[in-house]
Nanobody, 130 residues
Framework: DVQLQASGGGSVQAGGSLRLSCAAS????????IGWFRQAPGKEREGVSC????????VYVDSVKGRFTISSDNSKNTVYLTMNNLNLEDTAVYYC???????????????????????WGQGTQVTVSP
């Protein structure tokens, strides 16, 4: 059974930290780009960050630069999103997704959720309180 499993969400106070995990089963992340996305109530799903599993290249949207770090553990076929200095605007359901994106297009497209048509994980809720 091929699936992505996102986990690690929770409730934290503003300024706190969380680490989300995205684990694959039934396939390997090799040659895939893994993206993290989030969707707040009443808002569209938006990209947060992505990592190219083949070369480790990373992309962050401006709102999370300097606070979030995406990383991978090849031995565990898992991608992490470490989120520091969380603020109220980070409250959302967070999803991970995997797609084969040609390397030429990774930087320009990997935070676009419509690019990911193969694998999506279930969401994990992140709630930041004052």
């Amino acid at each position: 059974d091929v699936q992505l499993q996102a986990s690690g969400g929770g409730s934290v106070q503003a300024g706190g930290s969380l680490r989300l995990s995205c684990a694959a089963s039934g396939f390997t992340f090799a040659h895939y780009t893994i993206g993290w996305f989030r969707q707040a109530p009443g808002k569209e799903r938006e990209g947060v960050s992505c990592i190219s599993y083949s070369d480790g290249g990373t992309v962050y949207v401006d709102s999370v630069k300097g606070r979030f770090t995406i990383s991978s553990d090849n031995s565990k076929n898992t991608v992490y999103l470490t989120m520091n200095n969380l603020n109220l605007e980070d409250t959302a359901v967070y999803y991970c997704a995997a797609e084969r994106i040609p390397s030429t297009f990774v930087t320009s497209t990997c935070t676009n959720p419509f690019v990911y048509t193969n694998y999506w994980g279930q969401g994990t809720q992140v709630t930041v309180s004052p």
